[in-house]
């Protein structure tokens, strides 16, 4: 079974920028990748998804023009790159899979059945 590992989460000022990765324990090429956020006391939301082939990708409104999700499968990485970081973007960032070749993006949570253990971002002055 996929295991994924993220990694590059810590404290910025705000205006900053993150890149956040996630490993992946094998092949993702037939997988869609999604990135998620929880900060404390609040739901778990979708930040960004990308397709199997990257094709496509989706964001949630409140990251749209700051962050980038891409992949690159020959490495069975996911990267987030996050730009122009601000206070409520302080949460712990989980990335997340599903088996779905051939099919879009999404950030329907439910879909997705192997998650990391997610990196704590902190936006800060």
């Known amino acids: 079974q996929l295991q994924l590992v993220e990694s590059g989460g810590g404290l910025v000022q705000p205006g900053g920028s993150l890149r956040l990765s996630c490993q992946a324990s094998?092949?993702?090429?037939?997988?869609?990748i999604g990135w998620f956020r929880q900060a404390p006391g609040k739901e778990r939301e979708g930040v960004s998804s990308?397709?199997?082939?990257?094709?496509?990708?989706t964001y949630a409104d409140s990251v749209k023009g700051r962050f980038t999700i891409s992949r690159d499968n020959a490495k069975n990485m996911v990267y987030l790159q996050m730009n122009s970081l601000k206070p409520q973007d302080t949460a712990v960032y989980y990335c997340a899979a599903v088996w779905a070749p051939g099919y879009g993006s999404t950030l329907l949570r439910a879909r997705y059945d192997t998650w990391g253990q997610g990196t704590q971002v902190s936006v800060s002055s």
């Open positions: 990308i397709s199997s082939t990257g094709g496509s990708t």
């Open positions: 094998g092949s993702t090429l037939d997988y869609a």
